[in-house]
């Protein structure tokens, strides 16, 4: 059966971290690039950052880029994201999602993840 489990969400202060967790089984996960994406009250869910398992590739979105830092630990099939400096409009339920990695991959496509997870709250308070 194939899980991908998030978590790590929270409430947190503007300008304080959190760090989500992604963890995956029930398929090879060095075949797959794992998305994080994340979708605020009232708008489309949006993607975040992306790695890929099997080289370390990664992908993030202009409005995380530098504060956000996504990692995988093959070992135990996770992917974290690092969140620092957190601001009110990172408010949003976090989801992960993996998908096959291949050559012509533009990772913020939804369309492309096989699975997703449940996904994680985050709120940031001003």
């Known amino acids: 059966e194939v899980q991908l489990q998030a978590s790590g969400g929270g409430l947190v202060q503007a300008g304080g971290s959190l760090r989500l967790s992604c963890a995956a089984s029930?398929?090879?996960?060095?075949?797959?690039?794992i998305g994080w994406f994340r979708q605020a009250p009232g708008k489309e869910r949006e993607g975040v950052s992306s790695?890929?398992?099997?080289?370390?590739?990664?992908n993030y979105a202009d409005s995380v880029n530098s504060r956000f830092t996504i990692s995988s630990d093959n070992a135990k099939n996770t992917v974290y994201l690092q969140m620092n400096s957190l601001k009110p409009e990172d408010t949003a339920v976090y989801y992960c999602?993996?998908?096959?990695?291949?050559?012509?991959?533009?990772?913020?496509?939804?369309?492309?993840?096989?699975?997703w997870g449940q996904g994680t709250l985050v709120t940031v308070s001003s």
């Open positions: 790695i890929s398992a099997s080289d370390g590739s990664t």
């Open positions: 029930g398929f090879t996960f060095d075949d797959y690039t």
């Open positions: 999602g993996a998908a096959p990695t291949s050559d012509r991959f533009w990772w913020p496509l939804q369309s492309l993840y096989d699975y």
